[in-house]
């Protein structure tokens, strides 16, 4: 299902016009696994997939990224190619995911079936063993996402990040519960568009809801 329809924002809004594009990092070395803070570095292709996703998205008055090295490398490279202000918010980092940080979905069936399980039918309610609670981690990332609008008004303003961040902020936008932010789809190297008008509304664009 396609989401466009306009909703009051859920965030502090100066009334000012804003446009945010929400960037997820590309492929990255060792495949997929619950990399959380894991810090492996992006493949060729990965930091390729990021660059064709901006190609065609216009200038950027700001890019604010993860320090993560698979989204600060792009940020990086594409602030000086340019010369487009950066800054990094470790608050954009991912969701740590505790004792199954660097660990695939795979081994995880084997060792920890029941508890993966768990997580992924209720991830709010299910914590990963030491990892951070989900609701945590919508604090810090929500707490991000509002000083963007406190200090960047009427910017274009593109966000580096990470899968579970965009989710986050997609069911803070749309309203959808967070306990299900998997139902979002968020691909390597996927950009997101956010417009947020001087009314108050919200266009997204490039968001994809999965009905299950």
């Not at 340019?82 to 991912?94: I, N, V």
């Not at 979905?105 to 508890?115: G, P, R, S, V």
């Not at 803070?172 to 979002?184: D, K, M, R």
Request: charged share 25%; aromatic share 8%; hydrophobic share 35%.
């Amino acid at each position: 299902m396609r989401i466009g329809r306009s909703r009051r924002p859920t965030s502090r809004n100066t009334g000012a016009p804003l446009r945010v594009g929400l960037l997820r990092h590309g492929e990255v070395e060792g495949g997929n696994r619950f990399r959380g803070h894991t810090d492996d570095p992006l493949t060729a292709a990965g930091l390729a997939q990021m660059h064709a996703a901006v190609t065609d998205s216009g200038d950027w008055d700001r890019v604010i990224s993860s320090p993560s090295a698979r989204c600060a490398a792009f940020a990086e490279e594409y602030a000086r190619r340019y010369s487009t202000p950066l800054s990094f918010d470790a608050r954009l980092m991912e969701i740590h995911f505790g004792d199954w940080e660097d660990r695939t979905a795979a081994e995880l069936m084997t060792t920890d079936t029941d508890a993966l399980t768990r997580f992924w039918n209720d991830p709010l309610h299910n914590t990963p063993p030491g990892g951070e609670p989900l609701a945590q981690f919508q604090a810090r990332v929500l707490d991000s996402w509002n000083d963007i609008f406190t200090k960047y008004p009427a910017q274009r303003v593109l966000i580096v990040t990470h899968s579970g961040v965009i989710r986050v902020l997609l069911c803070q936008i749309t309203g959808v519960s967070v306990a299900q932010l998997q139902e979002f789809s968020v691909g390597h190297g996927q950009l997101h568009g956010v417009r947020i008008g001087r009314d108050g509304s919200v266009r997204l664009d490039g968001v994809t809801y999965v009905i299950k």
